[in-house]
């Protein structure tokens, strides 16, 4: 089994390594030119056999106006300048000034390509906050309410395909955005431009990708809940299945899963704000989680003011106006990029220390910590390999599920391995007093129907403190263990043995009548006396007491007739057995 879940471990982890490696290698070859001067020349690319194209680079920017275009080859004649996309527009700077994060605004882009009469179509991805398109003059795509004013600007979260057609080759796209909502305003992601079926098929293959990663880290939830469930003192179980609920929600927030399969439509704020919960609630629950598990390297201190941090964070965001709570992700990024240099310092100590499954920790740590600066310099277009902070959250998690198993597993064997021997003879290893009684309780030995009955047979080995005197302990303890042997193999499957205390044993024979239990407990007795004498070359001999339960009688009752008819056998000469009236 553990071999088994290693290869599995392994499997899973080589499938996101090659996911990484396809995800960049396709971004990073991806046909993308840049926009100069508001225009676009896409004359050298087949637009209809390309995959998605980036509409990145220089657009036309008019800031604080709303304006439209007369046609393609026509300026437009108010001030404008140029602006990056996709780069949100309170990072840059118009005519030299700065620019307010709220606001609204006109991006203008003319694309020109070989003309086709094939059907082509525009991703349009999440802005701040309300955008207006239009493609030729033609309103093709409205989120939201887009306003010269707050009081009626409606910002909305809406990603989505928009079909479009340019038999001429020219597009002359142009797009009014308003934001008073959030930080940043204007293109955060890259407007993508290809045929109808090329973009329908990158939307399935980001769809597939998200709702695998979701599935994952929902099953994993699911599956600690159930170990928390089995094993509520363990809070190690529970602090992972809260952390997979919230990257999973995360993903499906992120990738905008539910928007894109028209599954659901939050409002804006209440989208706005999952997403910011869902990344500020990972940290606290990641590090509780590993000081639970390496207490010596993750001390409480550092925990407890991580905790506090990401506390404050959280309240700020739930009781705050998106506009207000959305000005400090910067430095809750700052924050938690320290909180992940300290993991991985302390994992990594831990591992040299050989704590258990540190080194499969360290090893889910560095995935998650290249992939997460990969996204930061994604975010700063410094590289263009794509967003994959959830590959390497779902690999950190793997790796913290596949630990939390192994501890689950080992945890339960010796639990196993602790109840058997509280229950266990260790020399004659049949049941004890307390596991006899336990036994009595699991099989219902006592509620029987009016018409069953059991019998109860009470051994003792006669004059054994004697033999020990004159063998020895060790032949004793031999006697004693290939007594119990021989009992084993002649009493029945569902009879129940134990050793009582000292040389006496107890035997439940259940629905077994007088009759029957007097059968067995002479033949038991004669098997004894026979074998035991010739093993150890000294006579030995047993009583036996025998009683039959009566109507609605408890055991401990039954028990006292039995070691009445024992105290008759012995006063009867011993090596016999007795039946209580």
């Given at each position: 089994m553990p071999l088994l879940s290693v290869a599995l471990l392994g499997a899973c982890l080589f499938i996101l390594l090659v996911s990484v490696v396809v995800e960049v290698d396709s971004n990073l070859f991806q046909k993308n030119s840049n926009a100069v001067d508001g225009r676009l020349d896409l004359s050298s690319l087949d637009i209809a056999h390309s995959q998605p194209i980036q509409l990145s680079g220089e657009w036309q920017?008019?800031?604080?106006?709303?304006?439209?275009?007369?046609?393609?080859?026509?300026?437009?004649?108010?001030?404008?300048?140029?602006?990056?996309?996709?780069?949100?527009?309170?990072?840059?700077?118009y005519l030299g000034k700065p620019i307010s994060p709220d606001g609204f605004a006109t991006y203008r882009l003319r694309v020109t390509f070989k003309p086709t009469n094939e059907l082509l179509a525009l991703s349009i991805p999440v802005m701040g906050s309300a955008y207006r398109l239009y493609v030729n003059q033609e309103?093709?795509?409205?989120?939201?309410?887009?306003?010269?004013?707050?009081?009626?600007?409606?910002?909305?979260?809406?990603?989505?395909?928009?079909?479009?057609?340019?038999?001429?080759?020219?597009?002359?796209?142009?797009?009014?955005?308003?934001?008073?909502?959030?930080?940043?305003?204007?293109?955060?992601y890259p407007i993508t431009l290809a045929s109808a079926d090329k973009q329908f098929q990158a939307q399935?293959?980001?769809?597939?990708?998200?709702?695998?990663?979701?599935?994952?880290f929902f099953t994993i939830a699911v599956l600690s809940l159930f170990h928390f469930a089995l094993r509520p003192s363990d809070v190690l179980p529970f602090l992972l299945a809260v952390s997979c609920i919230c990257l999973g929600l995360r993903e499906v927030s992120t990738s905008h899963l539910l928007y894109i399969s028209d599954a659901i439509s939050l409002g804006f704020n209440t989208a706005i704000r999952v997403d910011f919960l869902t990344f500020y609630l990972a940290i606290p629950l990641f590090t509780s989680y590993f000081h639970i598990s390496y207490p010596k390297e993750f001390r409480f201190w550092p925990v407890a003011i991580i905790c506090g941090i990401s506390s404050v964070f959280i309240i700020h965001v739930l009781v705050t106006p998106t506009e207000v709570f959305s000005h400090y992700l910067a430095y809750f990024q700052i924050f938690s990029l320290i909180v992940l240099v300290f993991g991985l310092i302390s994992v990594f100590l831990a591992?040299?220390?050989?704590?258990?499954?540190?080194?499969?920790?360290?090893?889910?740590?560095?995935?998650?910590?290249?992939?997460?600066?990969?996204?930061?310099?994604?975010?700063?277009?410094?590289?263009?390999?794509?967003?994959?902070?959830?590959?390497?959250?779902?690999?950190?998690?793997?790796?913290?599920n596949y630990l939390?198993?192994?501890?689950?597993i080992r945890d339960s064997r010796q639990m196993k391995t602790l109840s058997v021997q509280a229950n266990q003879d260790p020399l004659t290893l049949l049941l004890n007093r307390r596991g006899l009684m336990e036994a009595i309780k699991k099989n219902h030995v006592?509620?029987?129907?009016?018409?069953?009955?059991?019998?109860?047979?009470?051994i003792?080995?006669?004059?054994?403190?004697?033999?020990?005197?004159?063998?020895?302990?060790?032949?004793?303890?031999?006697?004693?263990?290939?007594?119990?042997?021989?009992?084993?193999?002649?009493?029945?499957?569902?009879?129940?043995?134990?050793?009582?205390?000292?040389?006496?044993?107890?035997?439940?024979?259940?629905?077994?009548?007088?009759?029957?239990?007097?059968?067995?407990?002479?033949?038991?007795?004669?098997?004894?006396?026979?074998?035991?004498?010739?093993?150890?070359?000294?006579?030995?001999?047993?009583?036996?007491?025998?009683?039959?339960?009566?109507?609605?009688?408890?055991?401990?009752d039954c028990l006292k007739r039995a070691d009445q008819a024992l105290y008759l056998a012995k006063n009867n000469g011993r090596n016999r057995v007795e039946f209580a009236s």
């Open positions: 920017f008019y800031w604080q106006q709303f304006v439209l275009s007369d046609d393609f080859a026509t300026d437009i004649t108010t001030p404008h300048d140029l602006l990056q996309t996709p780069l949100s527009w309170e990072s840059q700077h309103l093709v795509d409205e989120v939201g309410q887009i306003s010269s004013n707050k009081e009626n600007s409606v910002a909305a979260y809406s990603p989505k395909i928009v079909a479009i057609s340019a038999p001429n080759g020219q597009l002359d796209i142009v797009l009014q955005v308003s934001n008073y909502e959030l930080v940043w305003g204007g293109q955060w399935l293959k980001k769809l597939i990708r998200s709702i695998a990663i979701a599935a994952i591992a040299y220390r050989r704590r258990t499954g540190a080194r499969l920790i360290a090893l889910g740590a560095v995935i998650l910590f290249v992939l997460s600066i990969n996204d930061i310099l994604y975010s700063l277009r410094v590289i263009n390999t794509g967003s994959m902070a959830g590959l390497g959250l779902l690999s950190f998690a793997l790796c913290q939390t198993y192994v501890r689950f006592e509620q029987r129907q009016n018409s069953d009955c059991f019998s109860l047979m009470l003792d080995f006669d004059h054994f403190k004697q033999l020990n005197d004159s063998l020895g302990h060790d032949i004793g303890d031999l006697v004693l263990a290939r007594g119990s042997e021989m009992m084993q193999n002649v009493i029945r499957k569902q009879d129940l043995a134990a050793r009582w205390g000292g040389e006496e044993f107890v035997i439940i024979l259940p629905n077994t009548e007088q009759q029957g239990a007097k059968i067995l407990a002479e033949k038991l007795r004669v098997k004894l006396s026979n074998e035991l004498s010739e093993q150890v070359k000294h006579t030995v001999t047993v009583s036996i007491g025998l009683a039959q339960s009566l109507e609605s009688e408890t055991f401990a």
